[in-house]
């Protein structure tokens, strides 16, 4: 699966892919149809993903080489990110040490197709998490 397969697969979903999300190794910045951003993240022998505001993406512009604007846009392309230290809204890690018995990077080493099923079945129980606090906010438990 490429990352274009897997944008489709998103918005069959009702997500977003967002810029700045890549395949190898497999990171994604995903819109939610909240607004809310999903980060996911596969290192070491990590499974993260996290959950943040609108507020905590940030964009960044490339500069051309030589930045002149003479001969080519004096901006390159838009790169987008989460700022340093955005605190999560929520968080949810699958420890591969543990789950699986990996005993070195292996997270890093997944295909996107093979971190796709990680990435909806971490954003499930993100989803019951948040609904759950929501229910505990509303007197509703």
Do not use: K
């Amino acid at each position: 699966m490429n990352i274009s397969a897997f944008a489709d697969l998103l918005a069959s979903r009702g997500l977003r892919l967002l810029p700045g999300s890549h395949a190898v190794p497999v990171e994604v910045l995903a819109e939610l149809p909240d607004g809310t951003v999903a980060h996911f993240a596969a290192r070491g022998r990590t499974l993260r993903l996290a959950l943040h505001s609108p507020a905590a993406l940030h964009a960044i512009t490339i500069p051309t080489e030589c930045g002149c604007g003479r001969h080519h846009e004096p901006s390159g392309p838009q790169r987008t990110g989460l700022r340093a230290g955005a605190v999560p809204l929520v968080e949810h890690t699958i420890d591969g040490e543990l789950a699986f018995g990996w005993t070195g990077h292996e997270a890093g080493l997944l295909r996107l197709a093979d971190a796709a099923s990680y990435f909806f079945a971490l954003l499930d129980r993100v989803g019951d998490d948040a609904r759950s606090r929501a229910r505990e906010l509303v007197g509703v438990a």
